[in-house]
């Protein structure tokens, strides 16, 4: 044997052409045997398979093989002889083969929505496809909240954010956008117009341009779409032209909040005002501003439906927001003319800058820009995120800098200044955290806490006192006023701006003032992360910075910015 070896050592030292040939040989074998038997468990699929025929029984026509998550994988190898379940809401109806044939499957657009509908036609657990509908910008099909994500767009993360609220319905569109409603306001449009893939997940579809792909929530909780996600807004006093204001009246003998509720959200207006057993419905406008909110005790007279709630009286009505979405401030677009000037939106990091954009965005109609790039705020829709700053094409710049030349390069800024408590503890999260994410424990408790003190709460007042030095028009907002009193600072803003300002768009914005930007709040600190010698230094800031906004004859900095 050992001469056998010797032999053939020799053989191949001389030939070693032939050694790795036969080597490659030996490995190719190999995997075609380990492909072999990773695929012989798989039925094939001709082309006669696909059709009516394809699932178990008669007349069921083929719902095609959506992907299965990671979770899933191991499940199915167990049960081949059962209907796989595909994610959390779909589950198939037909026993059906985990792969199809390639060739020709989705060559054409009518293949590519063919496969996005996959597994959705029949009745799912929670959710059932029901077509393609046409959409409008201007008036929309679905028409409670919606949202955007040009990166991790998914089907599932669209339902399960509208069943959340209560929604009977589900659309996406663009393969990024998703939109809840309580009724669909539109006609159907053809499949195939419903083309675009998921940005999320390649192997389902997204709508398309102006089309949504409709979902109707089976199991979307009646607790919550009654009532559950109604904001209560307070008592106001009766407006004088209670028929225009609030234009849907319902007389309702049996009254209850969720009643009233229900019925302004079935008639898609955004306040439900109970007036004892009057439920109006109606949109804040000039006529009802909802700005002069009256005692409560004047709203609570007792509902006829519900002993333990109020229901107003005829002169003081009882106010909720609905889950219907006020449309009226929610287009945006990029400027028709370039820019006669640069305005920046300058402020600390943490400071509400981002916050601050959507409110622009939202009462001027026009996209913001930035100073940098983003790819996170460009994929939830702040579009003039891509756009370089100087482009004239977006209503005010993003800019965190504050050194003389970067200062002087804009015409005019409006500074965002924020308690530098709070906005030290905001960037902090969103270094660590993302933008609307937190910081780990183990951040705060380590070192990288004291040292992002130590070099960031200097910039909070160097930021300041250079715009003040260097900017050529400057327009101080405090991040409080503006929480406090959002419609009289945001009109000083977009009046900078140069826009006219609706009063009702600006109406509008109130009721969506948040957008996607707002920490929940669920994980505070349950202590407080800062030093008496942080406490120290940073009161020694603020009161240089309240001292140079008097020398400017501005208003000082609020109360609430000195240590607690």
Request: aromatic share 12%; charged share 25%.
């Given at each position: 044997?050992?001469?056998?070896?010797?032999?053939?050592?020799?053989y191949?030292?001389?030939?070693?052409?032939?050694?790795?040939?036969?080597?490659?040989?030996y490995?190719?074998?190999?995997?075609?045997?380990?492909?072999?038997?990773?695929?012989?468990?798989?039925?094939?699929?001709?082309?006669?398979?696909?059709?009516?025929?394809?699932?178990?029984?008669p007349?069921?026509?083929?719902?095609g093989?959506?992907?299965?998550?990671?979770?899933?994988?191991?499940?199915?190898?167990t049960?081949?002889e059962?209907?796989?379940?595909h994610?959390?809401?779909?589950?198939?109806?037909?026993?059906?083969?985990?792969?199809?044939?390639?060739?020709?499957?989705?060559?054409?657009?009518?293949?590519?929505?063919?496969?996005?509908r996959?597994?959705?036609?029949?009745?799912?657990?929670?959710?059932?496809?029901?077509?393609?509908?046409?959409?409008?910008?201007r008036?929309?099909?679905?028409?409670?909240?919606?949202?955007?994500?040009?990166?991790?767009?998914?089907?599932?993360?669209?339902?399960?954010?509208?069943?959340?609220?209560g929604?009977?319905?589900?659309?996406?569109?663009?393969?990024?956008?998703?939109?809840?409603?309580?009724?669909?306001?539109?006609?159907?449009?053809?499949?195939?117009?419903?083309n675009?893939?998921?940005k999320?997940?390649?192997?389902n579809?997204?709508g398309?341009?102006n089309?949504?792909?409709?979902?109707?929530?089976?199991?979307?909780?009646?607790?919550a779409?009654?009532y559950g996600?109604?904001?209560?807004?307070?008592?106001?006093?009766r407006p004088?032209?209670?028929?225009?204001a609030?234009?849907?009246?319902?007389?309702m003998?049996?009254?209850?909040?969720?009643?009233?509720?229900?019925?302004?959200?079935?008639?898609e207006?955004?306040?439900?005002?109970?007036?004892?057993?009057?439920?109006r419905?109606?949109?804040?406008?000039?006529?009802?501003?909802?700005?002069?909110?009256?005692?409560?005790?004047?709203?609570a007279?007792?509902?006829?439906?519900e002993?333990?709630?109020?229901?107003?009286t005829?002169e003081?009505?009882?106010?909720?927001q609905?889950?219907?979405?006020?449309?009226?401030?929610?287009?945006?677009?990029?400027?028709?003319t370039?820019?006669k000037?640069?305005?920046?939106?300058?402020s600390?990091?943490?400071?509400?800058?981002?916050w601050?954009?959507?409110?622009?965005?939202?009462?001027?109609?026009?996209?913001?820009?930035?100073?940098?790039f983003?790819?996170?705020?460009?994929?939830?829709?702040?579009?003039?995120?891509?756009?370089?700053?100087?482009s004239g094409?977006?209503i005010?710049?993003?800019?965190?800098?504050?050194?003389?030349?970067?200062?002087?390069?804009?015409?005019?800024?409006?500074?965002?200044?924020?308690?530098p408590?709070?906005?030290?503890?905001?960037?902090?999260?969103?270094?660590?955290?993302?933008?609307?994410?937190?910081a780990?424990?183990?951040h705060?408790?380590?070192?990288?806490?004291?040292e992002?003190?130590?070099?960031?709460?200097?910039?909070?007042?160097?930021?300041?006192l250079?715009?003040l030095?260097y900017?050529?028009?400057?327009?101080?907002?405090h991040?409080?006023?503006?929480?406090?009193?959002?419609?009289?600072q945001?009109?000083?803003?977009?009046g900078?701006?140069?826009?006219?300002?609706?009063?009702?768009?600006?109406?509008?914005?109130?009721?969506?003032?948040?957008?996607?930007?707002?920490?929940?709040?669920?994980?505070?600190?349950?202590?407080?992360p800062?030093?008496?010698?942080m406490?120290?230094?940073?009161?020694?800031?603020?009161?240089t910075?309240?001292?140079?906004?008097?020398l400017?004859?501005?208003?000082?900095?609020?109360?609430?910015?000195?240590p607690?």
């Amino acid at each position: 044997m050992a001469k056998l070896l010797v032999k053939l050592q020799r053989y191949f030292r001389r030939k070693p052409v032939r050694f790795f040939t036969l080597l490659a040989l030996y490995l190719a074998a190999g995997s075609l045997v380990f492909l072999h038997s990773g695929f012989s468990r798989e039925p094939t699929v001709t082309g006669g398979q696909r059709g009516h025929g394809a699932g178990e029984g008669p007349g069921l026509p083929y719902l095609g093989v959506m992907q299965l998550s990671r979770g899933f994988k191991a499940a199915a190898a167990t049960m081949p002889e059962r209907g796989r379940r595909h994610g959390p809401w779909f589950k198939s109806t037909s026993k059906e083969p985990a792969e199809r044939s390639k060739a020709g499957d989705y060559g054409s657009t009518r293949s590519r929505a063919l496969r996005g509908r996959s597994g959705r036609e029949k009745e799912e657990d929670r959710a059932r496809y029901i077509g393609c509908y046409v959409d409008n910008t201007r008036q929309r099909t679905l028409r409670g909240v919606s949202f955007l994500d040009y990166k991790k767009m998914t089907v599932f993360r669209c339902q399960d954010n509208c069943a959340e609220r209560g929604y009977l319905y589900a659309g996406l569109e663009f393969g990024a956008e998703c939109y809840c409603g309580h009724k669909i306001q539109a006609s159907n449009a053809s499949e195939t117009e419903c083309n675009m893939l998921c940005k999320g997940e390649r192997s389902n579809i997204c709508g398309g341009v102006n089309r949504l792909s409709v979902y109707r929530l089976e199991l979307a909780q009646e607790s919550a779409r009654r009532y559950g996600s109604a904001i209560f807004r307070g008592c106001f006093h009766r407006p004088d032209n209670i028929s225009i204001a609030l234009p849907v009246s319902q007389l309702m003998l049996n009254m209850s909040v969720d009643k009233c509720v229900d019925f302004c959200t079935e008639k898609e207006y955004p306040l439900s005002a109970l007036a004892g057993t009057s439920c109006r419905c109606g949109f804040p406008t000039t006529l009802f501003t909802l700005h002069e909110r009256e005692d409560e005790q004047l709203c609570a007279q007792k509902c006829a439906g519900e002993e333990f709630e109020s229901c107003g009286t005829p002169e003081y009505l009882l106010v909720y927001q609905t889950q219907v979405q006020d449309n009226r401030c929610m287009d945006r677009r990029f400027l028709p003319t370039r820019a006669k000037q640069l305005v920046a939106l300058a402020s600390f990091p943490g400071a509400g800058n981002t916050w601050a954009r959507h409110l622009i965005e939202l009462a001027t109609g026009f996209y913001t820009g930035s100073y940098y790039f983003d790819g996170s705020l460009y994929n939830k829709g702040f579009k003039g995120e891509r756009d370089h700053w100087r482009s004239g094409r977006t209503i005010c710049i993003k800019t965190h800098e504050s050194g003389q030349k970067e200062i002087e390069s804009f015409d005019s800024a409006i500074l965002l200044i924020r308690n530098p408590y709070k906005a030290l503890m905001a960037e902090f999260n969103r270094k660590y955290g993302g933008h609307i994410g937190f910081a780990a424990h183990a951040h705060w408790k380590g070192k990288e806490w004291p040292e992002f003190v130590a070099n960031y709460a200097p910039w909070w007042a160097t930021h300041t006192l250079d715009w003040l030095r260097y900017g050529k028009k400057v327009l101080v907002v405090h991040f409080e006023d503006l929480k406090r009193d959002l419609f009289g600072q945001l009109q000083r803003m977009v009046g900078l701006l140069g826009i006219a300002a609706c009063q009702d768009r600006l109406l509008c914005v109130e009721g969506q003032k948040d957008g996607n930007f707002k920490r929940s709040g669920l994980r505070k600190l349950e202590y407080d992360p800062y030093t008496p010698e942080m406490r120290k230094m940073i009161s020694g800031y603020i009161k240089t910075v309240d001292t140079a906004l008097k020398l400017r004859n501005l208003s000082g900095v609020p109360d609430d910015y000195y240590p607690r």
